[in-house]
């Protein structure tokens, strides 16, 4: 069983940064690959980010590549998303969900936290 808990969204401005967080319970969370997905109202969910069990293999929607670099630290049970180049367009709920293997679709992600709103003003 995983818990996962995001945190870290706020306000900023366009062009600004903001770092996610996605912590973890359970002593097999290193097994398993993260994705960071996000939904905008009135939008379906969209894959953002993703990254192995790992580390070794990182995933990006189009969209985000360039800005945002996922990362993972095991040893602290901890996934994080750093955005940058903020766009109002990235304005979402941001959700961190686990599973076995990496993959982009979001099907087959068992585990999910409750999300975190990241808004960015332009």
């Known amino acids: 069983q995983v818990q996962l808990v995001e945190a870290g969204g706020g306000l900023v401005q366009a062009g600004g940064s903001l770092r996610l967080s996605c912590a973890a319970s359970?002593?097999?969370?290193?097994?398993?690959?993260v994705g960071w997905f996000r939904q905008a109202p009135g939008k379906e969910r969209q894959f953002v980010a993703g990254?192995?069990?790992?580390?070794?293999?990182?995933r990006y929607a189009d969209s985000v590549h360039g800005r945002f670099t996922i990362s993972r630290d095991n040893a602290k049970n901890t996934v994080y998303l750093q955005m940058s180049s903020l766009k109002p367009e990235d304005t979402a709920v941001y959700l961190c969900?686990?599973?076995?293997?990496?993959?982009?679709?979001?099907?087959?992600?068992?585990?999910w936290g409750q999300g975190t709103q990241v808004t960015v003003s332009s």
């Open positions: 969900a686990a599973r076995l293997g990496l993959a982009q679709s979001d099907n087959g992600y068992g585990y």
């Open positions: 359970g002593r097999t969370f290193s097994r398993y690959a």
């Open positions: 990254i192995d069990w790992s580390g070794s293999i990182r």
